[in-house]
């Protein structure tokens, strides 16, 4: 009895095993901040994917699969952490991974990810170096700081008439890459002197001595190149200062935090972010269930929620079509509709996206000027 | 009747028989003075005594109530107070402030109460202040009372000693080896301080090696050699005990 | 903005930054000079003190009270948020620091870190990762010296501040409790023969401290804010250079180390470029200790402890 026993637990355990090696899992891993100053943006992107892979098991799922699987890394907002959860990924034999939210960290992270031959995208890094260094399987989904850098100096200089600019940094490979882009392309007509450049410290609450300083110049425009945290403090001691110089700021500061600390501070600032999208029915698919999913009323979506959703899909439609195996170049020959208009990559794997300026009116960001056109909305 | 009494006490460190089977009692409103060798033990009863250590064996009562561990804080309030034998002043406190802090323990208010209600917290702060001064002045004392412990002249170190705890109103009063470093003209005028302290109705039981002072203030005394009561007597019977002779002389003669 | 405007406003900044590195700074070198520990956890008592006022704040706003009652609404945020960190502190102490006491300083600076993580974790899992908006109820407006400005919750702040550190200087010179607390900071033994008891000072120590720290907090998030579950970090690291600086365990120490650290914080951003201010704190932490190494106001290692 005790034999027959034995032999019929050993079947069973076997059983199991060629269970789980017929049974197929896609495994999407995605690298985001998700501790840290930052996982705030690190949760839209990963409440993006989230959402995507929940819907697109709705509408059919995977044929081939039987399971989509998501591998959560935290990458913070650093170049170190983020390497080691893409080896782990890597390791973990990901199909695709969506990553990072600071440049700091895909850049160096992209690196072994593109030596496995692993796609990956991203759905916040916006430092054009990224997509500079000729990796074939790698894509991004917002548009370029030399776009946003071009975007945000013809706003000074066109609309705002500017003539003096104090730029403000934190010393981080995104912040201080737009800077710099913003000063090559002022330097290209001239018309912008930048009559101070200061630099904060990520953490910091306090910028009074700065700000105060920035007072005492009388800048034009002050060009605050932080992240949201900051921005938001920032914004409401310019208020409390009194300053009467215009505040212009960038997309990391678009999203609904950044109001919602700096209050009334924040409002009459502009920012730059990609172009506003004409509705379509994936976009306002996704609201619905992303606001759905996570509780949140739907214009409280965090603006790289919807960048991650398209990130995600591409790689689930992509898969479906013609397997992992030819995924970059499925990603890269589509053209699709997504939550943040129409998508197509050239050869770096960047996307046509144009910046607009948007500006904070009764605590939301609505579209203000079009740079390209030089046109108000 | 005794009022601090010890009966059978013994103290072990380790394989170290410090205090071996020690009966003393101190008598009510007089001076005894315990005497003995380097290393005979005398600190380590009053550690005993006040709840530094707690006995191996044997019972330590206090006007019939047991002190076997107790913690020193609640010995204090019993009302048995005692200096060191090395000074142990706050140094970064005024004369005035240290010997407040002794007082504390004799007044009411609690943490709450003292946060919380300032007038009252006011008056007794106001009646510990004049009670420090009285017992400043009974040492003679007063016109240091807003210097540093740390500025005073080693004498009135001593002295500031004594006050502290005498502020925190004892019945008997333990003091430990109170003349050493002194000058024969401030040993002169601590033996009479400690008469004048008698005199208030305080027992006072006293470890010295000056035997002069020893001799001259004690009621009674007793000689403690290895932790061992080997003598006990006025100040007269024990100047004339052979195995007490021995004893000092055995290990350096008169200090 | 004119010259002596511009001096003005710098003052202001500086001050309005020393006071609040003054109060935390206090928490650590009170906790030090009573047990010679460093008490890692301090960063999270701030947070969390910020935390509990953000609650309390928060919930008077939703009915109302703090536009009809300021007064009493800031007495209600402070006095609960300082509570509840008070109560912090004293478990914390019982619970980690107490049965370390007699242990080695290593043991109880591990337990005391060990206390930080945890603490950070916990905020971290109740209050959410991301930063919280703070409800305005300190307004913008102000008064104008010059060109120069300080808006009345600055001024509200700044004076709380002072009192708070003038009731604790009140405290430990002239009440009993604080002369306890200074008598255990310099001699446990002697302080226990003189009828203090000892554990008791300790456990109200764990509770000013802190008490201080969430005081700071609260003022931290209602002045610039936001609060996340981690802003105790980077204040934690200035208030303990300024602790350092002015002599760990001096009181009077904290609260100048503080003001000092405010004043070169601003300096340096004032007239200097910004891109080295976070090291000139540390810059100036290292030369005073290397001209006088027990602090500005501490005294030789062993001797005074508070
Ligand atoms: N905590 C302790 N641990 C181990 N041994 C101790 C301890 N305290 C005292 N002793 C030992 O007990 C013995 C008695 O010491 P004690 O200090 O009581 O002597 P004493 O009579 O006061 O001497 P002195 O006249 O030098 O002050 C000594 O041998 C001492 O080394
Ligand atoms: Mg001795």
């Given amino acids: ?377 | ?255 | 903005m004119d010259t002596s405007s511009f001096l003005i406003q710098q003052l202001i900044n500086a001050i309005f930054l020393g006071s609040i590195f003054s109060l935390i700074a206090l928490g650590y070198t009170m906790v030090y000079g009573i047990i010679q520990l460093i008490n890692f956890a301090h960063g999270e008592m701030f947070t969390a003190g910020a935390f509990a006022g953000l609650i309390v704040l928060a919930g008077l706003q939703k009915v109302g009270f703090v536009d009809s009652h300021f007064i009493i609404s800031m007495v209600l945020v402070f006095g609960l948020g300082m509570a509840y960190v008070a109560v912090l502190g004293v478990s914390i102490e019982q619970v980690a620091y107490k049965p370390l006491r007699n242990a080695s300083r290593l043991a109880a600076i591990l337990s005391a870190l060990g206390m930080s993580i945890f603490l950070s974790n916990g905020m971290m899992l109740s209050q959410g990762v991301s930063d919280r908006g703070f409800p305005n109820a300190l307004g913008w407006e102000g008064l104008k010296i010059m060109d120069a400005k300080i808006s009345y919750g600055q001024v509200f702040i700044i004076i709380l501040a002072f009192a708070l550190m003038y009731g604790l200087w009140i405290f430990v010179t002239s009440t009993k409790l604080g002369k306890a607390m200074r008598a255990t900071a310099q001699n446990k033994p002697m302080a226990r023969m003189l009828g203090i008891n000892v554990d008791k000072t300790i456990r109200v120590t764990f509770m000013i401290g802190p008490g201080l720290g969430a005081a700071a907090g609260i003022m931290v998030g209602m002045y610039y804010g936001s609060v996340r579950f981690d802003m105790g970090f980077i204040y934690m690291i200035k208030a303990f250079a300024a602790a350092i600086l002015g002599g760990i365990g001096s009181i009077p120490g904290a609260m100048l180390g503080g003001m000092i650290i405010g004043f070169v914080e601003v300096g340096w951003s004032a007239f200097l470029p910004s891109e080295w201010k976070d090291v000139t704190t540390f810059v100036v932490m290292i030369l005073v200790l290397y001209l006088k190494p027990s602090g500005l106001l501490g005294q030789s290692a062993t001797e005074e402890k508070v």
């Fill in chain 1, 1 to 377: 009895m005790k034999k027959i026993g034995i032999f019929v637990l050993c079947i069973a355990v076997i059983a199991c095993f060629s269970g789980i090696a017929t049974a197929k899992t896609l495994k999407i891993g995605t690298m985001s901040p998700l501790t840290g100053p930052y996982a705030q943006d690190g949760t839209y992107i990963l409440q993006g994917v989230k959402t995507a892979v929940k819907a697109f098991e709705a509408s059919g799922g995977l044929p081939g699969y039987d399971k989509i699987e998501i591998l959560a890394e935290d990458s913070a907002c650093d170049g170190g952490k983020a390497t080691m959860a893409a080896n782990k990924l890597i390791n973990s034999d990901v199909s695709a991974i969506i990553g990072c939210y600071c440049s700091s960290a895909t850049l160096p992270s992209s690196i072994p990810v593109d030596e496995a031959g692993i796609v990956m995208l991203t759905p916040a890094s916006t430092n054009e170096k990224i997509t500079e260094r000729g990796f074939k399987k790698f894509f991004r989904l917002p548009p370029r700081d030399d776009v946003q850098g071009w975007s945000a100096v013809k706003f000074m200089e066109n609309s705002l008439k500017a003539k003096t600019v104090a730029l403000i940094d934190d010393r981080q490979t995104y912040t201080v890459g737009l800077v710099d882009n913003i000063k090559r392309f002022a330097k290209e007509t001239g018309k912008l002197e930048f009559v101070a450049h200061e630099h904060i410290t990520p953490g910091d609450k306090d910028f009074t001595a700065i700000l105060t300083s920035l007072k005492r110049l009388n800048p034009d425009v002050i060009y605050m190149s932080i992240y949201q945290p900051e921005g938001s403090l920032m914004a409401r001691q310019v208020k409390q200062l009194e300053i009467t110089s215009t505040l212009v700021t960038e997309d990391a500061c678009f999203q609904p935090k950044f109001t919602e600390v700096g209050g009334a501070a924040t409002e009459g600032i502009y920012l730059t972010f990609a172009a506003p999208v004409a509705d379509n029915p994936v976009r306002s698919d996704f609201v619905k269930a992303y606001s759905k999913d996570w509780g949140v009323g739907e214009n409280e979506i965090g603006s790289f929620s919807f960048f991650a959703y398209d990130a995600a899909m591409l790689v689930l439609e992509g898969v479906k079509k013609a397997g992992v195996e030819k995924l970059a170049e499925t990603i890269r020959a589509s053209k699709s509709l997504g939550a943040t208009g129409e998508i197509t990559f050239d050869e770096k794997g960047d996307r046509a996206l144009a910046h607009a300026v948007w500006i904070v009116k009764d605590g939301a960001f609505v579209p203000y000027y079009n740079p390209l056109t030089d046109t108000m909305y």
């Fill in chain 2, 1 to 255: 009747m005794a009022e601090l009494l010890l009966k059978n006490v013994t103290m072990k460190f380790g394989g170290l028989l410090a205090v071996d089977s020690l009966d003393l009692e101190v008598p009510s409103g007089k001076i005894l003075s315990l005497i003995g060798p380097n290393g005979a033990g005398k600190t380590t009863v009053f550690n005993l005594i006040t709840g530094v250590y707690k006995p191996t064996e044997g019972t330590i009562t206090y006007n019939g109530e047991t002190l076997n561990g107790l913690h020193s804080n609640k010995v204090v309030s019993r009302g048995i107070a005692r200096t060191f034998q090395n000074i142990r002043l706050f140094n970064s406190m005024t004369v005035l402030e240290n010997v407040q802090v002794g007082l504390h323990c004799r007044t009411k208010s609690g943490a709450i109460r003292a946060l919380l209600n300032t007038p009252f917290l006011v008056q007794e702060e106001k009646e510990i202040a004049e009670k420090a001064m009285a017992v400043l002045e009974f040492l003679g004392l007063e016109e240091f009372r807003n210097d540093y412990a740390s500025n005073l002249a080693y004498g009135n170190q001593r002295r500031l000693e004594i006050a502290r705890a005498m502020a925190t109103e004892p019945g008997t009063l333990l003091l430990d080896e109170p003349a050493a470093g002194m000058n024969p003209k401030e040993t002169a005028d601590l033996m009479e301080l400690i008469l004048k302290i008698r005199d208030t109705g305080l027992d006072i039981f006293l470890v010295e090696h000056d035997m002069r002072l020893v001799m001259g203030i004690s009621d009674m005394i007793t000689v403690l050699d290895y932790g061992q009561k080997i003598a006990e007597g006025t100040p007269k019977e024990i100047q004339n005990n052979e195995t007490v002779i021995e004893a000092y002389l055995g290990s350096g003669g008169k200090k």
